[in-house]
Each structure stands twice: as C-alpha cells, then as structure tokens.
C-alpha cells in the first residue's frame, strides 16, 4: 500500500481508506447498499489491516449508528495503529436539532459516535454535508474545543461547494481557528464536475480531496457495459446512474474495456488508478462486500498507466464545462496555474 499526505497536514494516509457504509444493513436505504454484520465485517478489517490499509471511514447515520458500533467493536483492540474517521451532519431521525451542524449537534455527535467506536479519539472528524442555517464560525468553534479535548485530532468536510469552503477558510484564517485538512467528495471517471472549482481550490489552498464512490456507485465496476446487463440482485438494476447520461457512460466503460484487455488489469482498477494520477487526491474511499473485491482494489494503487492509456480515458470523459469555466478555459488558462484543462477541444467537449 501507498501512502499520501494528507491535505496539508503532517500526517500520511493510506492512498485506499475502507468506507464501512455497508455495514449494518439498517433500513431500507442502507439494506439495499449493504448488510455486512459483525463476522463478515472482521474478515474485511483483515484483510485491510494484512495489506496496510489501516484507514477505516465511516458516519454516524450509517445504518442509524450500526456502522459505527461494528467497527468499533472490531478495531478496539487494534486502535493505536489505525487512522479512523467519522462524519456528522446528515440527519438521523424526525428530531428537528438532529441534523446539520450546530455547535450543540457537533458536540454531542461527537460523543455519541466516540461512544459507538469504544474509542477517546477521532483521527479525522467531517462535516457530512453543509449546514446553511448555521454559522460557520458556531462550527468551528465547537471544532476548536474537541481538539482541544483531544476527542479529535483533524477535521474537514464533505460535499460542500466551493464557496462554501472559500468562507470557511477565509474565517478560520480570520479568526486563528482550525482548518479543515481534507474534503471527502465525488469524483470518478463517469462524473469530474469536481474539476471545475473544488479541485483548483484544493490545489490552491492545500486542502486534500479523499474520495467518496470513486467507481459512481459501481458504474465502473466491470458489472456493465454497453453489452452487459447489471445483475438483478444489484443496485445498477433499479437505473441507479445518479444523473450519468447512460451513453456517455458506456463510452466511457468501451475504452476501460480496450485499456483492460491491452493491460491484464480490471475495468475498477483501471478507474481506481486514473483518479490516483489527479492533482489533490489525498486518497480513495473504497468499499468491498468480499475479500477477493477489496484485494483487487488495493492492486490499483501499483498500476502506472502509460500516457496513451491516460490521454484516451481524458478524451471519453472530458465533459463541456458551464460558464464561466469554460470560457475561462478556452482564453486564459496560461494565465491560471491551477486551471484544471478538462477541455482541451471544446468542439468534441
């Protein structure tokens, strides 16, 4: 296993971290992701911790708090040697203060997840999502107490926009508060809207980019193609594209294809080791239901693609960016380092 910087910060990370979202199987949302209980779970830690995969991910609405207590369970005795994060934010029941990010939900989530995890300490501790309603200065400063506890140790944030992380950032350098190290976000081969904002700001402002659904829910697992259906017992089956134009994508999926049978290596890894090749990427947050899956995963962090591979895969993805990027683009980019050029020909765009 690789490791990576993470963010800015002074620690490094496994290039692969295990998301346990799959964990617990707790209503209908997270039965339908994964039912993954106590004992298969321990296999998969396993194998994890053999490869040098000690980064564990996971949030307190996964599973309704489930995931957490599985993991916890199975990491205690291990504790010191694994990076672990969690999340809050996102909402847990029809209790009104029981979403987003207030300083008394931070803090109390905090307990509540440490007390799940059997643990004294978050390594990484994530906004899930952005609380418009809160202040941001409220979020931080309840983030400036935990670390000063010691209950956690860094934190960042996950699917914010880009301005949304510009003014948290503006007001933790204004006021001397923590700063976010990472943002968990989405980002694959089948959706690089990320490239847009999100990834020049990380670049600019060293905050790291882990993330979350690197293969678009199993898009680019090799379960389809344009010749391919998905299996019935799958996701994929109930039209789960998230807003992927579904050509595009088995464009996409024919030249993974082509890459894979001149390679040896699979369609996921081949999609694994293209976004470990962007800029910013701390890490990929990978999930598995079998050892067999999570080992062929972990391969992808050794591949080099050769720049043909590299060039043909940007051609099939590149999408038409929305004003103003794609005028800024095509006018200016010698003039902005951290312009990310994800449309080289407008025209084929």
Known sequence: MIYRRLGNSGIKIPAMTFGTATFGGVGEFFKAWGNIQLQEAKELIAVCLENGANAFDTADCYSNGKAEEILGELIKERRKEIFLSTKTGMILNDDKNNSGTSFSRIMQ?????????????????????????????????????????????????????????????????????????VHQAYY?????????????????????????????????????????????????????????????????IDVCEEIAKETGYSIAQIALAWLLTRPSISGLIIG?????????????????????????????????????????QMTVPHRDPHCIDITTNLTNA
């Not at 941001?136 to 010691?150: D, K, N, P, T, V």
């Open 109 to 181: 989530s905090c307990e509540n997840s440490l007390k799940r995890l059997q643990t004294d300490y978050i390594d990484l501790y994530y906004f899930h999502s952005f609380d418009a309603l809160t202040p941001i200065e409220e979020m931080l400063r309840a983030i400036e107490i935990l670390i000063q506890q010691g209950k956690i140790r860094y934190f960042g944030v996950s699917n914010y926009s880009a301005w949304h992380l510009m003014k948290m950032l503006s007001i933790c350098k204004k006021y001397n508060l923590p700063k976010p190290v």
């Open 188 to 252: 694959s081969l089948a959706a690089r809207e990320l490239e847009w904002e999100l990834l020049p700001l990380g670049i600019d402002q060293k905050v790291g980019t882990l993330v979350w659904s690197p293969l678009s829910g199993s898009m680019l697992s090799g379960k389809i193609s344009r010749h391919k259906a998905p299996p019935s017992d799958s996701r994929l089956s109930t039209n789960y594209t998230w807003g992927i134009d579904r050509e595009k994508l088995f464009d996409i």
């Open 288 to 328: 598995a239901r079998t050892k067999e899956q999570l080992i062929e995963n972990f391969k992808a962090t050794q591949i080099l693609l050769s720049c043909e591979h590299l060039e043909k895969l940007e051609k099939v993805s590149r999408v038409r960016p929305i004003y103003p990027y794609w005028h800024q």
